[in-house]
């Protein structure tokens, strides 16, 4: 943790950060950082930075999804009776997860890295505001710092819904003996805070940059922080922002969400750009787990691929079977044997499935060529998507008694999916809506249908209270175990701050 305080001091030579022109970094030379920023362009640059670690291996790039869908019972890993994939992924879906895991190290470390780097913009307001109004109208300036806020947050949320208490940053001017842990409560205040500033702050969708934090990001993920504490009156009046905003509608086809032609799409509320460069795949592997500005793509396909992929990700039965018969979300989420791929070119059969019966299309870059596998993808995470945005407010809806708008919510979604409508006599008889408790049923089914594979079931389950549902979970797994590597390094954490059970 120490070592990673200091990172943004010396990273504005980091360059590519990002898919489009508009978040790409280039060498901006020697900069003070006493003066820091003189000008717009060493504030945009140093924003550009902050976004980088959201594409590295412990994060986005590779391991994030990884445990998620792991952890959800959303993938297993048997394949003809054997564990895929190495022992610390196998850690997840076994629940065996211990301080010297690597992955969660790497997930720890880049999300403070983003904290890190959002910080030392922060610190810097008062050079920003002091840059003549000329060059940068305070719109702008505030547009910038609600950039880093947004950053800020959403890494924090990452580390305080896995880890409970933490190390608390806000300034990059710490001692560096690093912090002890403080209470989940101060970092969520934060999180809130800094989520409503950049609300208030950000562009529009419309009017921003491609791949950039917006308004609708700020406040949906507001909604999705104020939803998980329980706090329904509030995660209403955030989703309601988004959705009152009218700049989102979900896409026609479902499968838009999940390729490269349609990223950023009119559903897309926050993505992480991804990008393959071009050249040997894996000479962009980031194998440290540290971004280093050319590590621009996913692992994701070949994880999860079948078809020429690893099958560290197949599908789970349990996942399979909650889909209603005729879904074509099914389709466009799995392939079966007798699907074509590479743009109808390849026909799947049974040498490309695992022990299940289908294998992963979402994500899979073999839907426009010949395998999964052979390097890195370059489709970006949907981090956020309307559809959730919907889902979430179903919920909420549900929550405070206006049980039609739920239903309403709920319907929006699968009337995309060209599925019956809830209060329908076709869907009464399996998910009657009646009352509360009938819907949040509904809710239950209807999100892990349209969000399978997307890293949304394993902290679903945990806030509803029903990790019953998950295999080989321990009470004491609602936590991660705090990373080893901190412990040793920092000098205000010991074993006895370990999270019970590790």
């Avoid at 950053?151 to 300034?171: K, Q």
């Avoid at 079977?321 to 390849?346: C, H, I, K, L, Q």
């Avoid at 679903?460 to 936590?479: E, S, V």
Wanted: with cysteine.
């Amino acid at each position: 943790m120490k070592k990673i305080i200091l990172i943004l001091i010396v990273s504005f030579f980091i360059f590519n950060s990002c898919k489009t022109d508009d978040l790409e970094l280039r060498d901006t030379g020697a900069i003070s950082t006493a003066t820091f920023p003189v000008n717009e362009a060493e504030l945009k640059g140093a924003v550009n930075a902050a976004y980088s670690p959201l594409q590295s291996q412990g994060l986005y790039g590779r391991y994030l999804p990884f445990m998620y869908d792991y952890m959800g019972n959303d993938c297993e890993v048997l394949l003809a009776g054997t564990y895929r994939g190495t022992p610390d992924l196998q850690d997840f879906i076994k629940f065996t997860m211990t301080p010297t895991n690597n992955d969660i190290y790497l997930y720890w470390k880049n999300a403070y890295n983003g904290i890190s780097r959002a910080n030392f913009i922060l610190d810097k307001q008062d050079n920003i505001n002091a840059i003549s109004t000329a060059e940068m109208p305070d719109a702008l300036k505030n547009k910038y710092i609600g950039e880093a806020k947004f950053l800020r947050a959403l890494n924090y949320f990452l580390l305080v819904e896995r880890f409970g208490d933490i190390p608390f940053y806000t300034t990059t001017n710490v001692s560096p003996n690093g912090l002890p842990k403080s209470p989940k409560e101060d970092v969520y205040q934060l999180i809130i805070a800094d989520l409503n500033f950049a609300g208030e702050n950000l562009n529009l969708k419309s009017a921003a940059e491609v791949g950039r934090a917006t308004s609708g990001a700020a406040y949906a993920l507001l909604g999705k922080v104020h939803l998980y504490r329980g706090e329904h009156a509030l995660a209403k009046i955030a989703l309601d922002k988004v959705i009152n905003s009218m700049e989102y509608v979900l896409t026609a086809d479902y499968f838009d969400n999940f390729k490269v032609e349609t990223e950023n799409n009119s559903e897309s509320v926050f993505e992480v750009q991804f990008t393959y460069p071009g050249g040997s795949a894996w000479a962009y592997a980031d194998w440290g787990g540290q971004d280093n500005g050319d590590s621009e793509s996913s692992f994701r396909s070949f994880e999860y691929g079948g078809i020429g992929g690893w099958h560290n990700n197949d599908p789970s039965q349990d996942l399979l079977d909650e889909f209603e018969t005729g879904d074509p979300r099914y389709s466009a989420s799995f392939y079966s044997v007798g699907d074509t791929y590479n743009n109808g070119s390849g026909v799947v059969d049974a040498s490309h499935m695992g022990e299940t019966t289908a294998i992963w299309k979402k994500y899979e870059l073999s839907y426009k060529g010949g395998t999964d596998g052979g390097g890195l993808s370059d489709i970006n995470h949907r981090v956020i998507r309307y559809a959730d945005v919907l889902l979430m407010a179903a919920e909420v809806e549900n929550e405070l008694g206006n049980r039609s708008t739920a239903i309403d919510y709920l319907n929006e979604v699968r009337d995309r999916a060209t599925m019956p409508n809830y209060d329908t006599a076709a869907m009464n008889a399996t998910f009657p809506v009646s009352n509360m408790a009938e819907v949040f049923t509904a809710v239950v089914h209807e999100r892990r249908i349209e969000l399978a594979g997307e890293q949304s079931r394993f902290p679903d389950l945990l806030r509803w209270n029903m990790t019953n549902l998950i295999n080989d979970f321990n009470a004491h797994n609602n936590l991660l175990p705090i990373p080893q590597t901190e412990i040793d390094t920092n000098l205000n954490i010991s074993t006895a701050d370990q999270n019970s059970g590790y």
